[in-house]
């Protein structure tokens, strides 16, 4: 079946550094792709998506590429703050009306002042 | 600030209580969701409404149960709750279901049984 992988945390690192997380996928066709974010205390909010191959998704900062050759969406962000300290998820959708979700366990990422 | 609007955001009940969620969305969104999020893992899938009726039940117990009274409100109703039912329940809602149309989710939640 379909499923996402993620690096796992915590990322550990200091205000300003470069951030990466890693994401790849297994699927059959052409699913979307999705990072949400999930701050201490609150809901999940999209961060950005791309739903063909070799679309940029990009926000605040962020930016994911949807890479099939590899089947990955690795999200990057080239000076990172303490208020990006949060639990990042990457997910997929397959297909078009497709309402199922797959999601990676999560990435915890904590910036050091 | 999220469009996805649940209350209350903490609740605390005794398992023989009954008490409901509440979700709202004003973005004129035709699918809605509730999600369960357990701490440090990503949210399960509980249940999907689609233009106002129920079209996913992912196995979940009875004393969970759903209602949909307006394209704008989702409720869920709780009843004789387990410990084990302790979690971060999350709302969400779509345009629709395909890949350009993605879940916007509220700030859920945190509901604890003693």
């Known amino acids: 079946g379909d499923s996402v992988t993620q690096m796992e945390g915590p990322v550990t690192l200091s205000e300003e550094a470069f951030l990466t997380i890693n994401c790849t996928y297994t699927?059959?066709?052409?699913?979307?792709l999705f990072w949400y974010v999930q701050y201490p205390g609150e809901g999940l909010q999209l961060l950005l998506k791309?739903?063909?191959a070799d679309d940029k998704g990009s926000n605040k900062g962020f930016e994911a590429t949807y890479r099939k050759e590899t089947t990955s969406f690795h999200l990057e962000k080239g000076s990172v703050q303490v208020s990006d300290s949060a639990v990042y998820f990457c997910a997929l959708i397959q297909g078009d009306s497709n309402y199922q979700l797959i999601w990676g366990a999560g990435t915890k990422l904590i910036i050091k002042p | 600030d999220t469009e996805v609007t649940q209350t209350p955001k903490h609740l605390v009940m005794g398992m023989t209580n009954k008490k409901s969620l509440k979700c709202e969305q004003h973005m004129g969104h035709r699918a809605m969701y509730w999600y369960k999020q357990k701490a440090k893992k990503p949210p399960e899938l509980m249940f999907v409404?689609?233009?106002?009726?129920?079209?996913i039940n992912e196995s979940v117990p009875s004393r969970f149960s759903p209602e949909c009274p307006n394209s704008s409100l989702l409720n869920l109703h709780l009843h004789a709750l387990q410990p084990e039912d302790s979690a971060l329940y999350l709302c969400?809602?779509?345009?629709?279901?395909?890949?350009?149309?993605?879940?916007?989710f509220g700030d859920g939640t945190r509901l604890s049984i003693l």
């Open positions: 969400a809602s779509s345009q629709g279901y395909r890949g350009d149309q993605p879940q916007h």
């Open positions: 791309a739903t063909k």
């Open positions: 699927a059959t066709g052409y699913p979307s």
């Open positions: 409404y689609s233009y106002e009726k129920l079209s």
